[in-house]
């Protein structure tokens, strides 16, 4: 079981990226993935989190209108774009894995049970 979190990176304020997350040894197409983060000195916080299908997503308030998640089952991959980046944005990243229901809601990190090693998003002012 992995999930394999990359695209990070060094941008400027204002700019995007776009990260990738590549699961093997599990039954992709099934799970709900998520995305979070966490900054130097705090908590992980949730980002974002997709249904199965792809057609069911919730954001943070905090990047609603400016991060946008998608999934490639054929792929195994789900990605996080990330438009107009700010500065409080500079964080690890990392892309979870769980079985279950959807909730619209931000599930807290106890609720996944598979965890990338996380990508390293730096925003520069």
């Known amino acids: 079981v992995q999930l394999q979190a990359f695209g990070g990176g060094l941008v400027q304020a204002g700019g995007s990226l776009r990260l990738s997350c590549a699961a093997s040894?599990?039954?992709?197409?099934?799970?709900?993935m998520g995305w979070f983060r966490q900054a130097p000195g705090n908590e992980r916080e949730f980002v974002c989190t997709?249904?199965?299908?792809?057609?069911?997503?919730y954001y943070a308030d905090s990047v609603k209108g400016r991060f946008t998640a998608s999934r490639d089952n054929a792929k195994n991959t789900v990605y996080l774009q990330m438009n107009s980046l700010k500065p409080d944005g500079t964080a690890v990243y990392y892309c979870?894995?769980?079985?279950?229901?959807?909730?619209?809601?931000?599930?807290?990190?106890?609720?996944?049970?598979?965890w990338g090693q996380g990508t390293l998003v730096t925003v520069s002012s």
């Open positions: 979870a894995a769980r079985f279950g229901t959807f909730h619209g809601s931000a599930r807290p990190p106890s609720d996944y049970a598979y």
């Open positions: 040894g599990l039954p992709f197409s099934v799970l709900i």
């Open positions: 997709i249904n199965w299908s792809g057609g069911s997503t």
